[in-house]
């Protein structure tokens, strides 16, 4: 009976199909036939390949016809797999009482919250994630080059070489998954700073993070490549660009936000109507040059109100030097920055704090001294600016519009989502120090 319930959630896939697949079958009972069972005590290792990270405090459930894994706190799956795109299939649910599962890959990157189910009830839920190492190679496969990676991304998820799923929520039930490469989707690579950049550790956050979530699988995979504290010639200069380039398929997209960092004196500073708008110019040719799609991203406000409850320009001519660009170039532009200003002066300047990191002392594990940062986001925050992207990429019809999820909503930034009903279990790590950038 548990070999043909599972059949029929994953469809009829063909011998060939099931060769080039990784089929996991979680709990202590019998394995259906073509799955590896995932026992409790299956911890990640590099000869195995795949099983649970340091920490889980699993619990295998076994019923008539059917078991699970669950756990009262987070916890995590890893399998080591080769660079690429991904579409991965998990089974969650239970025939004897309902679940609750929030699930995340790699650094905290977004794709199913609060997924139940009822009693008797199991449910199918895919995503196409994007899985990469700092190896840049050639057409032929060899070894070229490397990205120049910050000793904090060392410990990051998503430069690993494995793909690591968090299952979260109050009642996680996990019975099957299955990965599979997928060469077909179009992938749209995501190159920015902290705003953008999937944030590793609570209770800091930003849009790129949340964006996967929108959209639907098999024909878009999001591929975060942002990283704190960059700027436009610093991401170049560590090979980030490269990397991406070197990924790169046509029909592809880039995103390009850029301007925090900058502005700032040093030796990455650009001019806003002259060297930024000429780096701006080089990538969009270069990425055009690979057959990508270019989109420029103009940068959001930071969280500065005048006397009036007006948000003052901190950014000053960055955002208008790129909308000029994109206007020259002739490349779509998100003018996120100005949903921005909608967004932050319709919470106001009280309310608008539960979108940034600003909490008291000890609300979270080694964090003796209050946050106050009002230029990185929490959770909430990063979502509701990543609907502003994705209402732009609605609103002006761009072609990946027509692969967003179809119950993602319109959103009017000066209407945000009330904060009171945003729900986001935490991840276990934490961080009491800001990210680089301001």
């Known amino acids: 009976m548990r070999c043909f319930f599972l059949l029929l959630l994953f469809g009829n896939l063909s011998a060939e199909l099931f060769a080039q697949s990784y089929r996991f079958d979680f709990g202590n009972g019998k394995a259906r036939q073509g799955y590896t069972r995932i026992h409790t005590d299956d911890r990640y290792t590099a000869d195995r390949g795949y099983g649970f990270e340091p920490g889980a405090l699993l619990q295998a459930v076994e019923r008539k016809n059917m078991d699970f894994i ?62 990469r190492d700092s190896i840049i190679r050639d057409a032929q496969g060899t070894a070229i080059a490397k990205v120049r990676l910050k000793p904090r991304e060392i410990s990051y998820a998503h430069w690993d070489n494995k ?54 699988p098999g024909n878009i995979c999001i591929a975060n490549y942002a990283e704190s504290g960059e700027t436009l010639k610093a991401f170049r200069g560590e090979r980030r660009l490269q990397k991406i380039f070197s990924l790169a398929k046509p029909g592809d997209y880039l995103f390009i936000e850029f301007a925090h960092n900058d502005q700032k004196p040093g030796s990455t ?31 959001m406000h930071r969280r500065s109100f005048d006397t009036g409850g007006k948000i003052n320009n901190t ?18 532009l998100i003018d996120l920055n100005a ?68 119950d993602t909503g319109a959103f009017d930034p000066s209407h945000p989502d009330p904060w009171e009903q945003w729900y986001w279990p935490l991840s276990p790590l934490y961080a009491s120090q800001k990210p680089d950038g301001n």
């Open 70 to 131: 669950t756990a009262s706190a987070p916890f995590f799956f890893s399998v080591k797999l080769p660079e690429g795109n991904y579409t991965v299939t998990i089974v969650l649910g239970d025939t004897e009482a309902g679940s609750a599962t929030t699930v995340r890959a790699e650094n905290r990157r977004l794709l199913f919250a609060n997924i139940r189910t009822k009693k008797g009830q199991r449910k199918k839920v895919i995503a196409t994630i994007h899985i």
């Open 163 to 216: 793909l690591t799923i968090e299952f979260n929520d109050s009642l996680p039930k996990v019975d099957a998954m299955e990965i599979q490469r997928d060469t077909n989707a179009a992938t749209v690579f995501l190159a920015g700073n902290s705003t953008v950049v999937d944030q590793d550790k609570e209770p800091w956050a930003a849009w790129g993070q949340m964006f996967p979530s929108f959209f639907r």
């Open 269 to 299: 500073h650009l001019d806003p109507f002259t060297t930024y708008q000429s780096t701006l110019m080089e990538w969009i040719t270069e990425a055009r040059a690979h057959g990508m799609v270019p989109v420029l991203v103009t940068s």
């Open 315 to 332: 950014l000053l001519e960055y955002p208008e030097a790129m909308r000029q660009t994109a206007q020259k170039a002739d490349v779509a």
């Open 339 to 406: 949903m921005s200003k909608t967004l932050y002066e319709a919470w106001g300047p009280e309310k608008s704090v539960r979108a940034f990191v600003h909490f008291p002392a000890n609300i979270f594990p080694n964090q003796p001294q209050a946050l106050k940062d009002d230029t990185h986001f929490s959770t909430y925050g990063a979502y509701e600016l990543a609907r502003c992207v994705v209402q732009e990429i609605r609103r002006q019809k761009l072609s990946l519009a027509s692969y967003l999820k179809k």
